[in-house]
């Protein structure tokens, strides 16, 4: 299987090349990333739990799915991609802003990316991909908020970013 390549941008989120994805994150190189935030009629965040087979950040929760772009691939077009490949459904998503962060990891890799986030609306039940997700659950924005803050270890690092700096554009 070949691997996959991700989109190398400067901080203008310019594309200024392509890299393996590991390779990328082996030398911390900026590209380009998005989360996506999926909500119900309730208000309520799907999250999900990274599969324990993820090579960073297994186990841990975060929002509904995150990935990287491919290249000639929309922000849009890749977040609903990915949200069919690791949740199992489709749902019109909505651009909001994007941020660029950079969080090292102890297995020596480390994300730096410019992270598009997105959001849609969705009510029915996911139909998880095992090699991608671990669990899913439904949770009010505010006992997220307050989950980490008392247990910040159980979230990815883009995720306690997104809800320290970017909360805003989510809720």
């Known amino acids: 299987m070949k691997e996959e390549m991700v989109v190398l941008v400067n901080e203008k989120d310019e594309q200024i090349g392509l ?3 590991m390779e990328a994150h082996e030398k911390a190189v900026l590209h380009r990333a998005f989360s996506v935030f999926v909500f119900n009629d ?3 965040l799907m999250l999900q739990q990274r599969a324990l087979s993820k090579y960073h950040s297994p186990g841990l929760w975060t929002n509904t799915c995150c990935s990287h772009q491919r290249e000639g691939e929309s922000n ?25 962060y ?6 020596g890799l480390t994300e730096h ?11 029915g039940t ?16 505010e006992a ?28």
Do not use: C
């Open 42 to 44: 309730a208000g309520e």
């Open 19 to 21: 890299m393996p994805k």
């Open 144 to 171: 997220v908020k307050q989950d980490i803050e008392e247990q910040p270890e159980l979230y990815t690092a883009w995720f306690k970013i997104i809800f320290e700096k970017y909360y805003q554009f989510i809720s």
């Open 113 to 123: 990316e410019l992270d598009h986030i997105m959001v849609g609306k969705y009510n």
């Open 76 to 100: 849009l077009e890749a977040g609903a991609r990915r949200l069919q490949e690791e949740m199992g459904f489709e749902t019109p998503l909505k651009e909001m802003t994007w941020f660029i």
């Open 102 to 107: 950079k969080a090292p990891f102890d297995n």
């Open 126 to 141: 996911p139909e998880i991909n095992p090699e991608e997700v671990e669990a899913w659950k439904w949770m009010p924005l």
